[in-house]
């Protein structure tokens, strides 16, 4: 199992830059991500695909707005900067 994160992070604080991908892929393989990723996908399956809730359409809804928005800000806050610089018109 994974350490807790105020422990993973010291570890990490701890490495060098050229030992930290090493460290990466072992912490990943400990935790085992595909066989969380299976019980997420066979529980949330369980819970609304197969009763045949509305709340996917949401998840997916609030998944494409999230990405969305975190994509597009960088600009966004690039344009209000160069506003306030009287660089925009």
Avoid: C
Avoid at 22 to 32: I, L, P, Q, S
Avoid at 60 to 85: L, Q
């Amino acid at each position: 199992m994974s350490a807790p994160p105020r422990t993973f992070f010291a570890r990490v604080g701890a490495l060098k830059l050229k030992e930290l991908p090493e460290f990466v892929v072992k912490t990943a393989r400990e935790y085992d991500y595909a066989g969380r990723a299976a019980t997420f996908a066979r529980e949330y399956n369980a819970k609304y695909i197969q009763t045949g809730s509305a709340a996917p359409l949401w998840h997916f809804m609030g998944g494409v707005f999230g990405v969305a928005y975190v994509t597009v800000w960088p600009t966004e806050y690039r344009h209000m900067m160069a506003e306030r610089r009287g660089g925009h018109h």
